[in-house]
């Protein structure tokens, strides 16, 4: 019995050269390289507040650590799916519509319930929220899934 190799196995799905350059996309690339590079900055500084605050026990707790490191890995993984979409791979746009929409629910589910974190962590979260909502109405727009929805064949 032959194996056979399909298309998507022999290489990666990539959208067409000519969709991405057209003016919208790329604007709507940049726009998103700029809020996740918001979204970046303003985890890694709230990273470097906790660690600069660990001896006050009262304002970072064990559950501020760990949402603040998950919170900069998911910011650098999001960085590196945008930059990856922006050169063309379509499972990286994928993943980068997946994870800023699941993002934006795991940061309301944060801000909304009582008492499990910090004031001002909420608030900090409440705003990394924003600016993944504006990915996620980026890269979810009628140019964007047309750019990566025709495939090359």
Not at 94 to 99: A, F
């Amino acid at each position: 019995m032959a194996s056979r190799t399909t298309p998507a196995a022999a290489a990666p799905a990539a959208a067409p050269a000519e969709s991405l350059s057209h003016p919208r996309v790329q604007r709507t690339l940049r726009s998103t390289k700029r809020l996740i590079t918001c979204y970046v900055a303003l985890s890694v500084g709230t990273l470097a507040a906790v660690i600069a605050l660990r001896d006050h026990h009262d304002i970072v707790t064990g559950a501020v650590w760990v949402r603040t490191s998950i919170v900069v890995a998911a910011s650098l993984l999001m960085a590196s799916f945008a930059a990856r979409t922006a050169r063309g791979h379509s499972r990286s746009y994928l993943r980068l519509r997946l994870s800023s929409a699941a993002m934006v629910v795991a940061i309301a589910v944060i801000v909304a319930l009582p008492g499990t974190f910090p004031a001002w962590l909420k608030a900090e979260q409440a705003v990394c929220g924003l600016l993944l909502l504006g990915v996620v109405l980026a890269v979810n727009g009628k140019q964007m899934r047309s750019a990566f929805s025709a495939r090359r064949t």
